[in-house]
């Protein structure tokens, strides 16, 4: 009895484990039973597995969580199938930022998160068609029509999918939100009071202002595409962290990146980290447009991040206990014993990859991070290529 209670599936033997949450940065065994976290901690009795996985010299973490993708593909335009990009970029959780909406979230549902091996979730787009007419040359803004704005719809639906949503979703800016976009904004607002869910709210050029947004924001929302280039910057002219911004996140309100293809600048990220002010969160607003460049995945996201001055450490911290959080889902994010088995391992290699931002300014890392598998509800998921990042591999790096 008391073999069969200390017994493991799995042994992952080794790693540099980082869990925020648990404040653990050590070389520590991880040991999995029935997809969960069974136990963490140092030598852990490898004659107590049925299996052991040598992950020395790897990072282990949290599964990874993107909070800002999408991956509603072939129903929309510019949706990413998600498994193979999870796979290469060790992700377990996916969650779609807004691609639908309360008219077409069931496919989203069926389609993709059953379809899929990654764990789906979803913030729920205010607008009634989610994001429904957006390519490389041609969008309408599904936020600039009040009619399509549907508190009751969004609620309902919400209601409706409750284990799989986590918030909602409104694009501000441009042609985005056009002339009407604090209106959108309040209606995301109220949907989210109603549903006690947080907004996650995409910023683009003004109208409405950095600002205009920021005040009206919760805490415990998100601003996506926090150190997008001006205009709409986090800083002014001079460099210096807009006043809203500080007063924002003193009242609680997460700063996530969603680099996107036109959302990040070195100039805004390395102002803000140079004041001390780094993001909350760290998503890839992964889609066809920027798969290939520039933002390619979150694993790419964060070492870009890391050129930039974030650590390691709190680089996990952001795409693990963070997000979980800020999606108030307790049980994801973080290796207590008990918590289901999602777990990403990477390695940080020498590589001198020429980052170029949204603008096309240019940094070169001196590394990259590098998936090495993943782990779904305890499941190994064996790593995905990644064709564009090897060829910068420091000599004598083995892939
Ligand atoms: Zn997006």
């Known amino acids: ?38 136990a963490v901690g140092p030598a852990l009795d490898a004659r107590l597995a049925s299996s052991v996985r040598d992950v020395t010299a790897m990072v282990v973490t949290p599964g990874l969580i993107d909070l800002h993708t999408h991956i509603y593909h072939a129903a929309t335009h510019y949706g990413v199938e998600p498994d193979p990009v999870a796979r290469r970029s060790a992700v ?11 008219g077409n979230f069931a496919g989203l549902r069926k389609f993709v998160a059953e379809a899929s091996r990654s764990r789906v979730l979803a913030y729920l787009n205010i607008s009634y068609p989610g994001i429904f007419a957006f390519d490389q040359d041609f969008m309408f803004g599904e936020a600039s029509v009040a009619g399509l704005l549907s508190v009751d719809r969004c ?12 918030g909602v979703k409104v694009r501000l800016g441009g042609g985005t939100s056009g002339e009407i976009g604090l209106l959108a904004l309040e209606r995301a ?63 609680g309100v997460l700063f996530d990146i969603g680099h996107g293809m036109g959302a990040f600048g070195f100039e805004s990220a390395e102002a803000a980290l140079g004041a001390g002010f780094a993001p909350d969160i760290i998503s890839s607003d992964l ?58 391992l990477i390695d940080v290699v020498a ?39 090897t060829p910068f591999y420091a000599e004598g790096v083995q892939p």
Request: charged share 20%; proline share 8%; with cysteine.
């Open 1 to 38: 009895m008391l073999a069969e209670a200390t017994s493991y599936d799995l042994l992952l033997k080794g790693g540099r484990v980082i869990d925020p949450r648990n404040g653990v940065d050590a070389i520590y065994d991880v040991a999995i039973r029935d997809g969960r976290i069974a």
């Open 155 to 166: 609620v309902a639906v919400a209601e409706a999918n409750s284990d799989m949503v986590v």
């Open 287 to 344: 889609h066809m447009l920027c798969v290939n460049g520039p933002a390619f995945d979150l694993l790419h996201t964060m070492s870009k991040l890391m050129t930039c001055g974030v650590g390691l450490a709190d680089a996990v911290a952001m795409t693990t206990d963070v997000p979980a959080r800020a999606m108030r889902r307790p049980d994801l994010g973080h290796l207590t014993p008990g918590a289901v088995a999602d777990i990403s």
């Open 189 to 251: 607002v109220a949907a989210a009071e109603r549903l006690g869910l947080p907004v996650m709210t995409h910023i683009g050029k003004p109208p409405p202002s950095y600002a205009e947004i920021l005040e009206r924001l919760r805490p415990g929302d998100v601003l996506t595409h926090c150190f997008r280039p001006s205009p709409n910057a986090p800083v002014d002219d001079r460099g210096a962290i807009l006043p809203a911004v500080e007063q924002a996140r003193a009242r």
């Open 351 to 389: 590589a001198h990859f020429p980052f170029v931002d949204v603008a096309g300014r240019r940094r070169d890392s001196a590394y990259l991070l590098r998936p090495r598998g993943l782990l779904i509800g305890g499941e190994f998921v064996e790593p995905g290529p990644r064709a564009w990042e």
């Open 92 to 102: 377990t959780t996916m969650v779609d930022a807004g691609s639908a909406g309360a």
